[in-house]
């Protein structure tokens, strides 16, 4: 005789949870999450096959994790979560380099997202992107013009990628490129996903200034592939924890940086 088939409603439930508890908690073991649960651990590695082929999370020996590594980006929820009231400070004075009339160029990261959320004090601008989020943001401001990059979308980005983005790109200019990545070291720039990579690449051909956010936990690291080194961007924001070492060997290699006090009115 087999065994009951779980409902798919009281599964999908579940999936939910778990996907909620890990990007909160960071990483988990898969007994825990049997144990709070109250299912198996044959079950607990099922749905943890689900969730990671959906991007959520990535599986490791024992159990599950929504932090980035070497080869893997954290999920959008996860880092929507992380190092908000810096990515807002960075974001405040990203907003001081925008000026009415600009063509904004704007990626998938969540510290941009927080720059969206205060572009309404300066217009008229043209904002373009290829962040789902960002653009509902401004969308609904009826006072800026936006440009959607379209291409293939990715749940674990909330953005459009892809060949087609990369093209789309291609045919704009842009005053200025806001942008931030996942890595860091002194004289590079790194992001573990080539499809991103492309994107950011071709958002710098296109932009006349580029700009660089990055708040202290992602220097001083390395991830897969290289976009660029850090010279290429005409700015680099960090905020005030930064190691003041590493920062002048940002500034030795050719990068020019403005520190950033979190909290600061």
């Not at 990579?197 to 006349?208: F, H, N, P």
């Not at 220097?219 to 660029?228: E, P």
């Amino acid at each position: 005789m087999t065994g009951t088939v779980e409902p798919a409603a009281r599964r999908a439930s579940r999936l939910h949870r778990i996907a909620d508890l890990v990007l909160a908690e960071g990483s988990i073991s898969a007994n825990q999450l049997a144990e709070r649960f109250e299912v198996s651990l044959m079950t607990v590695h099922r749905d943890l096959d689900e969730l990671a082929r959906q991007g959520v999370v990535r599986k490791f020996r024992g159990g599950v994790s929504a932090q980035p590594s070497n080869v893997f980006e954290a999920n959008i929820r996860y880092r929507m979560q992380v190092n908000r009231e810096i990515k807002v400070a960075l974001a405040t004075y990203a907003r001081t380099l925008i000026e009415p009339g600009m063509a904004v160029l704007l990626d998938d990261s969540t510290t941009t997202l927080e720059l969206a959320r205060q572009l309404d004090g300066v217009s008229p601008l043209t904002v373009i992107t290829n962040s789902r989020p960002v653009a509902e943001i401004v969308r609904q401001d009826g006072d800026h013009r936006l440009i959607v990059l379209g291409g293939e979308y990715s749940e674990t980005h909330d953005s459009y990628l892809g060949m087609m983005c990369n093209e789309m790109i291609d045919t704009l200019r842009a005053d200025i490129l806001i942008a931030s990545t996942s890595a860091m070291t002194a004289g590079e720039v790194f992001h573990q996903e080539p499809d991103i990579v492309l994107i950011k690449r071709a958002m710098m051909r296109s932009a006349t200034k580029r700009v660089l956010l990055m708040d202290h936990s992602k220097l001083g690291r390395t991830a897969l592939h290289s976009i660029a080194p850090t010279k290429d961007f005409d700015l680099i924001v960090v905020d005030r924890s930064a190691d003041p070492e590493f920062l002048s060997a940002v500034r030795d290699s050719g990068g020019r940086v403005e520190i950033v006090t979190v909290g600061a009115s």
